[in-house]
């Protein structure tokens, strides 16, 4: 019998959530939800064998894709599965979710003691878990950055936003654009490719269709675009940032932040704005903290 509730206490737990007026009550039964799912949908036939066989992994089996729970004793438990990052078969990794909370060598111990055995074909290089700080010695993959609307539209129009405007497009022209910006800025700093990937055109076509993707000019000249999707945060209304893109001849002059929040304040309602970032993306964290969103969640790496 898998107590979800009590994965969704230590879920809400890895989150620093000071300064938000959020209801534990939404947030738990959101987060209790949205593991119950993942854990339903990941152990259907159709996806185990979707995944055995895109990634077609030597020896491996479709119910090595399954997510099961390892039961430690009569009150702890833990669910877990194997992982890829980014759906690259050669990085994988094990994600590890429990109803309790552990140290990073509790679970290095936890995973030689009862889990190398059942994950050895698949040679996993990391356990991902979730924590309300940065940890010291740790590798991070990635922050979430939120704040609300409501706090993001009190922050004073910076200096060079009276210059910009954001129009939204008509049709899916733009991307060309976007495109080849990204292609340029991979072959520039070819090292960045995987922590700043672009887009797909599904994900920006759907932004823009929801009525959430703007082309902002400066003084009549395209400099870029930001784009967001209707989302949820911890049960609340939220808009996710999908994109904040500067042509490159655009990029260093306190652009990017412009565009965040004249976009907050031209688009949204009372809605929490969040993002997943990856650590390595410094200037886009830079311009996230420069919007007052807050670093609420880290995603940490154990190398195993």
């Not at 209790?32 to 990634?55: A, G, S, V, W």
């Not at 109803?99 to 060598?105: A, D, I, M």
Request: glycine fraction near 4%; proline fraction near 4%; hydrophobic fraction near 35%.
């Amino acid at each position: 019998m898998i107590n979800f509730k009590a994965f969704a206490k230590t879920n809400l737990d890895s989150y620093n959530l000071l300064g938000f007026e959020l209801e534990e009550k939404t947030m738990l039964a959101a987060i209790e939800k949205e593991i119950k799912d993942d854990f339903n949908n990941l152990n259907q036939e159709k996806t185990k064998r979707k995944r055995y066989t895109f990634f077609n992994i030597p020896d491996a089996l479709p119910d090595d894709y399954e997510e099961f729970i390892l039961n430690l004793d009569k009150n702890i438990q833990v669910i877990v599965g194997i992982r890829h990052l980014s759906s690259n078969r050669e990085k994988p990794f094990i994600n590890l979710q429990s109803n309790t909370t552990f140290s990073t060598q509790q679970l290095l111990d936890l995973y030689h003691s009862k889990l190398t055995s059942k994950f050895t074909k698949f040679q996993p290089q990391y356990i991902r878990f979730y924590h309300k700080e940065k940890l010291e010695d740790i590798s991070t993959r990635s922050v979430y950055l939120a704040q609300t609307a409501s706090k993001i539209k009190e922050i004073p129009p910076f200096a060079k936003e009276s210059e910009i405007t954001l129009t939204a497009p008509t049709d899916d022209s733009y991307f060309q654009w976007y495109e080849k910006g990204y292609l340029d800025y991979h072959k520039r700093f070819p090292s960045l490719q995987p922590f700043v990937p672009i887009n797909s055109k599904d994900d920006m076509e759907h932004s823009r269709k929801e009525g959430l993707l703007r082309i902002a000019h400066c003084n009549g000249q395209r400099i870029g675009l930001i784009s967001a999707m209707r989302d949820t945060f911890l049960g609340y209304d939220a808009i996710y940032f999908l994109e904040i893109f500067l042509d490159q001849a655009f990029k260093g002059k306190g652009l990017a932040k412009c565009l965040q929040r004249k976009f907050v304040a031209e688009v949204t309602q009372q809605e929490i704005v969040w993002g997943l970032i990856d650590f390595e993306n410094k200037p886009s964290l830079k311009t996230a903290l420069s919007t007052s969103r807050l670093p609420v969640r880290y995603e940490h790496m154990i190398k195993i």
